[in-house]
């Protein structure tokens, strides 16, 4: 057959899988079925290739060319246009054909001639009858209607990120944008954005059905549920009780749904007919190894055809589209809107750089919709350095899976790094210091004022360490099993149910994970993030730091926490590992077999196995292996390999199928041969038969069953090693560098605030006019102040200002581990603006005031002529405790209840007669100024 015959031949089978019925000109037979696609169709312009039917009305054509010409199909375009044009034999009708294709065997374009501005695209399979019915039964197409018809977004309930977010998403679906980029700090609402955008597209769009794509189940849940709590804002019902959103457990989408919720997991699995490992819907694809890895194509499948979606919304689209999954995405016809708080310049090149929105994480603090956050680091001596275990010590060894024990000495010296810690080797010492440091900070430099320990995040490096992590914590601070609880997919308890206890309830106020929650998951009472665990994904770690920086209301803090006497301000990043410092990249490789065990890798290997997939996988567990052996198992596997190190063995295998590799050593065959060749010349046999040679002799080694069975044999030796004799101790506790530049700088935000607004807030003309205006300040200026310097973007509350001062003048500022009151913004202005004086003390203002009080009633008795009487000194306390938080006293006051239950004004008129007014004015000045 000639290229053309095989291209018609593959075309008229992708038109049969849609529902068409395929005819030549002298078979014509437009009752055989709603869709006939006819063969030859003449015209005034010449038989067109193909002309579409639907209910024996001509719609469409499609201008055929071989596969050779797929890569130039946009040049027949014009060739397409004439035939919709031209006058079909027979056709009453003279309109233009509104649907144009043009095909190979391998590719197809689409055009719809009724758009505005039509424009051709890429799609993957045909279009089934009934779609191109339903098309020509509707007034205006899609892509019209996104131009047209939208009206005006009502920004009601949205923020300003939000109104940017949509707004900028529909003016790039009216421009007929096929990918576009969200990208919203975390916490500032990005699915309620994303609802309310699919909101629009159905109601005012006229979409079809709108996939919304996740990466594990987790996610699908909550996203579910924030459909079900959306409430549009121009109708009283909820999105569901307006449309039928399905979220997606089985191979079947129902025909009702406008919504579709679904992993990308199991519509890989629907559309490659590779069934799903339930347990894989659990797991991110993209940061933490799976479970699962399918390597079947994607096929058109008729139940599930391209047209099924008019849009895909690709939540956390940063991690989870490339490589494998991406099939999914080139399945489907539809625009494609991801969702991201930490886009990489791969997401940038896959949305075709059309960020449509941008709202950073420094925005939203700077907003109020996030908190920042200071980094805590803690450092000993094991993490950073390692130890050693003599020989003939008697120590724990103990199963990584079943955590069994037995108690033997150990055969050898054995040393370990800080990298191998709880992995090959567990020092419950160094994991006791941490949480110990940890302890002691939050309680008595992080958060001294509460009462209850915040709610906690740890992120552990494995299973078994989570585990080793709980029950030290558990006996730190001497708390039960409620205290502190494991949230991982492996968890005994509902992992979904503890989650929800850990966000809702009191307990557990620790909750340690390995990837469960590390990115996605809202927990906004978070106040404590702390890292067992080093990160090497840039934007993995951004997600596993999000955890922290939902902002959360000072009422719903406090359900959670009770001493909590504010919102949430800010959260704190317990470094315990080095992760702040630590090198990232910029994304994580992908492990294309994951789910396939080493030995069985090898085995296909040496069976003949050498397709890409096989051969990346088994390098890059060759390569983390060797990381993880120990000298004696890398000599072992090197003396069986022959002498090449097991490293080794991993990179010949990647070497082995670069491309570039591949075309010098065909060049250099062809050129053995006597035949010149260019890279571009080289035909595609001679490039296989490079690649085979090339693999093939990577993959030798591997034909020897010794080998095989050694690095087997080296990858189950998993028994790690409890070492309970070197113990360890902290070298380093304290904030990092750049939470103390951070102090610093809300320190020069807080002294310029002063400075530039002296003139028009009444507490701080106070303070700056001279001499001092004593009796001028009250409560409700200094309220008005604080509420000024607490909203976004200072967000300068009187806690987080002492803080401040505590890490960059310690040794000035006294009373740091106390309850703020709102008053103490006094002394944070005074020492501030150096009105007592260089070396002057950061005190707590009631204890300012304790010690003027003192001073002024020594000076009273010395210079009066009697002194104050023991019941006049009890109601001069309670007058100074009450200016010690009002900041003032007067007549009034004497109706609040401390001041009232002793009798109130009438008897502390009684008490002192005519000289009350005189002592109050006087107190005033005297312990306030």
């Known amino acids: 057959m000639t290229p053309e015959t095989k291209a018609r031949q593959r075309i008229d089978d992708k038109l049969e899988q849609a529902g068409w019925v395929v005819q030549d000109m002298r078979q014509l037979n437009l009752a055989a079925s709603q869709g006939v696609a006819v063969r030859e169709h003449p015209t005034d312009t010449g038989p067109a290739d193909y002309v579409l039917f639907v209910d024996r009305v001509a719609c469409g054509v499609i201008e055929a060319k071989k596969d050779t010409a797929g890569a130039n199909l946009t040049v027949a375009e014009a060739q397409t246009a004439r035939y919709a044009t031209a006058v079909l034999k027979w056709r009453k009708d003279t309109a233009p054909l509104p649907f144009l294709f043009e095909a190979t065997g391998e590719i197809i374009r689409f055009t719809d001639g009724r758009d505005p501005a039509p424009r051709s695209r890429e799609i993957f399979h045909f279009f089934k009858p009934d779609t191109l019915a339903d098309w020509l039964a509707q007034p205006t197409t899609l892509r019209r209607r996104l131009a047209e018809h939208m009206p005006a977004l009502l920004e009601r309930n949205l923020r300003n990120c939000q109104v940017s977010a949509v707004t900028g998403l529909e003016k790039s679906l009216a421009l007929n944008k096929p990918r576009a980029l969200v990208h919203m700090a975390t916490g500032a609402g990005k699915t309620f954005t994303a609802i309310t955008a699919i909101y629009r597209l159905l109601k005012y769009g006229g979409a079809k059905r709108i996939l919304f794509l996740v990466d594990t189940r987790n996610l699908g849940k ?78 058109y499948n008729p139940a599930v055809p391209v047209e099924s979606f008019d849009f895909i919304v690709i939540d956390e689209c940063h991690r989870s589209i490339y490589n494998t999954w991406k099939q999914v995405l080139d399945y489907f016809d539809a625009s494609l809107i991801g969702l991201t708080a930490t886009p990489d310049k791969r997401t940038f090149g896959f949305f075709n750089e059309n960020i449509v929105a941008e709202y950073t994480y420094e925005q939203s603090v700077a907003d109020g919709v996030n908190v920042g956050y200071d980094v805590y680091e803690i450092a000993t001596e094991i993490t950073q350095k390692g130890a050693e275990l003599k020989a003939r010590e008697w120590v724990d060894h103990r199963d990584r899976q079943t955590r069994k024990k037995r108690w033997s000495e150990t055969e050898e010296d ?192 040496a069976m003949g196995h050498r397709d890409d997939d096989t051969v990346l996988s088994l390098a890059n567990r060759l390569v983390r292996l060797a990381k993880q052996l120990d000298d004696k198992a890398q000599t072992r596997i090197e003396k069986a390999s022959g002498g090449v190190p097991v490293a080794e063995l991993g990179k010949a295998l990647i070497v082995a199928i670069d491309p570039d590799a591949v075309v010098q050593t065909a060049l250099a065959t062809a050129k053995a041969q006597g035949i ?68 610093k700088s809300v320190i020069q935000t807080f002294a310029d605030y002063l400075r530039q607004h002296k003139d028009e807030i009444a507490a701080l003309g106070f303070f700056y006019q001279q001499p001092y205006q004593r009796r001028a300040l009250n409560f409700d200026m200094i309220e008005d102040l604080h509420e000024r310097l607490a909203r976004p973007p200072l967000m300068l509350t009187t806690e987080r200002l002492w803080s401040a001062y505590a890490r960059v003048q310690a040794h000035q500022v006294k009373g740091a581990d106390r309850k703020r009151q709102l008053t103490d913004l006094v002394s944070l202005v005074r020492f501030t603006l150096g009105l007592d004086g260089a070396g002057a003390e950061l005190r707590p203002f009631a204890d300012e005031v304790d010690k003027r009080f003192q001073a002024w009633i020594f000076r009273h008795n010395a210079q009066a002529p009697t002194a104050f009487t023991p019941e006049q000194m009890d109601w001069l306390r309670l007058m100074k405790d009450h200016i010690a938080s009002s900041c003032s006293i007067s007549r009034e006051d004497f109706d609040y209840a401390e001041l009232a239950n002793k009798g109130g004004l009438q008897r502390v008129w009684q008490v002192f007669s005519n000289e009350l007014d005189g002592l109050m004015d006087e107190m005033n000045r005297e312990l306030v100024a």
Request: with cysteine; glycine share 4%.
């Open 222 to 299: 909550q996203a579910h549920q924030e459909f079900m709590a959306y409430t549009p804002p121009d109708d009283g019902r909820t999105f569901t009780e307006l449309y039928n959103v399905q979220r997606l457990s089985s191979p079947t989408i129902d025909q009702g749904a406008k919504v579709c919720i679904s992993t990308i997991q199991r519509m890989y699995s629907i559309l490659s007919g590779e069934p799903i490992d339930e347990s894989a819907e659990d797991v991110s694809l993209a940061e933490v190894r799976q479970t699962a890895q399918q390597n079947k194509v994607v096929r």
């Open 414 to 605: 054995t040393a370990y790094t800080g990298r191998e810690l709880d992995r090959s080797v567990v020092n419950v010492s160094q994991i006791r210091q941490v949480i110990q440091a940890m302890k002691t900070a939050v309680e008595t430099q992080i958060f001294p004022t509460r009462q209850e320990t915040p709610k906690t995040l740890i992120f552990a490096k494995t299973d078994s360490h989570a585990d080793d992590i709980i029950q030290i914590v558990r006996e730190v601070y001497g708390q039960g099993n409620a205290f502190c609880k494991k949230v991982t997919y492996r968890a005994e308890e509902d992992a979904d149910s503890i989650l929800s206890s850990f966000r809702n309830d009191y307990h557990p106020r620790i909750a340690v994970t390995v990837d469960m929650i590390a990115t996605g998951t809202d927990v906004k009472p978070l106040e404590v993030l702390l890292f067992m665990r080093d990160v090497r994904s840039k934007g993995y770690y951004e997600q596993m730091k999000g955890r922290g920086v939902r902002s959360l209301d000072a009422d719903s803090l406090k359900r959670v926490s009770n001493s909590a006497d504010s919102a949430k301000t800010r959260f704190v990043l317990i470094d315990a590992v080095g992760v702040e410092k630590s090198l990232k990249t910029e994304s994580r490789p992908l492990e294309k077999k994951p789910g396939v065990p080493l030995k069985d890798l090898l085995q296909g290997v």
């Open 676 to 743: 010149t060749r260019s890279e571009d010349s080289l035909l595609p046999e001679e490039l296989e038969a490079a690649r085979a040679q090339r693999v093939a002799t990577a993959c030798a080694p591997f034909d020897q069953p010794a080998l095989r069975d050694e690095i087997e044999n080296a990858r189950r030796e998993r028994e790690q090693i409890i070492d309970h004799i070197n113990l360890d101790q902290i070298t380093f506790s304290g904030f990092s560098e750049q939470a103390e530049a951070q102090a």
